[in-house]
């Protein structure tokens, strides 16, 4: 082996064993033994980096003094429907949910559907989350004009995706003509009337 390769294989083990960070874990050497990974933080202490994430912030408030946002405990996927076990409330310095545009309560966060990727123990921003969608471009759905007791029900494409209070358009199958409703939690679209 020479010199270069040895002392960069030294390096990468102590970068390995100061990086990892769960406690107990085991390391496989070069040698094939395995080596109990040594905690680099006092028990119970985060580890650098997670919590004081915010703090770098100018101007935050400190550690004492914060606010509670509803986070996410496993990682989600887009389309993925949030339930109760997978959020947990984490402390954080006071104004987080306004200088990071995060939903600051659990109301907002149980119950939609992710629109993109969101990783576990962050805030979760405005616009990361969207009520589940109910009506699916092309795919055919029943629009109904109800008004003093006269009911009419058509066929229609939607010519958009949309959930429960979307306004969106359809095309009438029959006739071809476009018309906005708005989707109701049936998966129906209400057009006119009342």
Request: cysteine-free; proline content about 7%; aromatic content about 6%.
């Amino acid at each position: 082996m020479s010199f270069l390769y040895r002392s960069f294989a030294a390096a990468f083990a102590v970068f390995v064993a100061a990086a990892a960070p769960a406690l107990g874990q085991e390391i496989a050497s070069s040698n094939g033994t395995a080596a109990a990974v040594q905690p680099i933080f006092p028990q119970g202490a985060p580890p650098q980096g997670m919590v004081q994430r915010y703090d770098a912030v100018p101007g935050a408030a400190t550690q004492t003094d914060g606010e509670t946002l509803p986070v996410l405990a496993v990682t989600v996927y887009p389309g993925d429907t949030i339930t109760e076990a997978m959020v947990i409330d984490r402390q954080f310095p006071a104004g987080v949910s306004q200088r990071y545009a995060a939903l600051s309560g659990r109301d907002q966060v149980i119950g939609k559907v992710a629109r993109r990727t969101l990783a576990a123990g962050q805030p979760i921003p405005l616009n990361a989350l969207g009520m589940a969608t109910l009506v699916n471009r092309g795919v055919p759905t029943e629009a109904s004009y109800v008004e003093d007791g006269l009911s009419i029900t058509a066929q229609v494409m939607p010519m958009q995706s949309g959930g429960v209070g979307d306004v969106i358009q359809v095309r009438n199958v029959d006739s071809g003509r476009m018309i906005s409703g708005v989707v109701q939690a049936d998966g129906t679209v209400r057009v006119g009337g009342r």
